[in-house]
């Protein structure tokens, strides 16, 4: 697939998505509302499982009451969850510097693209951009204040 077949694909696939959105936002949003509660739901029960393997395993190896196994399990899962918080603030610091570092070049590149654009228009052309840009923004006032 060539370029210009992925960006069309692309492109398409969005537009399908925005129309989707406003033509059924409510089946739309039902729908992702009831896969974040089936992902929640398997969550709890993929915790629960982990924690009463965990109860078995440590009240049969180490041979505890069901009190010291409890605090045992409590604090096997804590320090658990620190890593994995841990974890995720290095990916997330990790992917924000990255997204940083592609919108500056971004930026750049517009600004860039921008600047060379306009130097290659003529004064006649110039003029009519900002005529343009002028009434474009006079008749918006009429709709915005």
């Not at 989707?20 to 974040?36: A, K, N």
């Not at 592609?102 to 930026?107: E, G, K, R, S, V």
């Not at 110039?126 to 006079?138: A, D, E, F, H």
């Amino acid at each position: 697939m060539d370029e210009n077949t992925k960006f069309i694909v692309i492109n398409a696939a969005i537009l399908a998505a925005i129309l989707s959105i406003l033509v059924f936002p409510d089946v739309l949003f039902g729908l992702f509302f009831e896969l974040l509660h089936l992902c929640l739901e398997f969550a709890h029960i993929l915790f629960e499982f982990v924690e009463s393997t965990l109860d078995h395993v440590i009240e049969h190896l180490f041979e505890t009451d069901l009190h010291a196994t409890q605090v045992i399990v409590f604090y096997i899962i804590l320090s658990l969850l620190f890593f994995g918080i841990v974890g995720l603030w290095r990916a997330v610091r990790n992917a924000c510097i990255r997204v940083k570092h592609n919108l500056l070049t971004f930026w750049n590149w517009e600004k860039s693209t921008c600047s060379i654009y306009w130097l290659g228009l003529t004064a006649v052309q110039k003029i009519s951009l900002y005529l343009i840009l002028g009434t474009g923004l006079y008749l918006a006032s009429f709709f915005l204040f």
